[in-house]
């Protein structure tokens, strides 16, 4: 009964904010145990996270804004992070989606995203796309830009749109 409600209150359009932001937190945050790298130990994190009415950022002022074509990531390892944060009932239901999301270049060249939207054209159902939109977050904030544009500019403190495919096996 209270699972119920709890759905509820997340689905109405005026729904609570501080629950819809405490249910979202609780989405994007997954503990995966398995095998450990050769090379390291297995190691298992637990961590609270406290979701208060003020955790929402303020909105950024306005920065010039790169096309997606003039930036480069340095990481390299982009695919095997997209395949890891693919969320996994979307997986099971063989939901595919493209997010596109504003980002802005912090001074370490990490990303700091904000108003990521699911295409229309996306074959997710809401839920789905909401999870799509989390795991965009999730995957920009562990990449980082190479810290010149393509045309030799600094990148940092400027905004980037980027888009991301979420796809997995062959069409």
């Known amino acids: 009964m209270a699972a119920q409600a709890f759905e509820t209150a997340l689905e109405e359009p005026g729904g609570d904010s501080a629950i819809r932001a405490g249910y979202e937190r609780v989405e994007a945050l997954r503990v995966r145990i398995g095998p450990a790298p050769q090379d390291r130990d297995r190691k298992l994190m637990l961590f609270t996270q406290v979701v208060a009415a003020t955790d929402g950022l303020p909105p950024f002022a306005p920065a010039e804004t790169l096309p997606e074509r003039d930036v480069a990531f340095e990481d390299t390892e982009a ?3 997209t395949s890891r944060l ?9 939901d595919r989606a493209t997010v ?26 809401p839920r789905a796309a909401r999870l799509f939109v989390l795991a965009t977050y999730q995957l920009t904030s562990v990449r980082k830009i190479a810290p010149l544009s393509r045309d030799g500019r600094p990148v940092a403190g400027r905004d980037v749109r980027l888009t991301i495919s979420w796809r997995l096996g062959d069409d």
Do not use: K, M, Q
């Open 79 to 81: 695919g095997f992070t």
């Open 100 to 125: 596109s999301a504003t980002c802005r270049v912090l001074a370490d060249r990490s990303l700091l995203c904000r108003d990521a939207e699911v295409s229309p054209l996306s074959r997710a159902p």
């Open 86 to 94: 693919y969320p996994e009932t979307a997986l099971r239901n063989d």
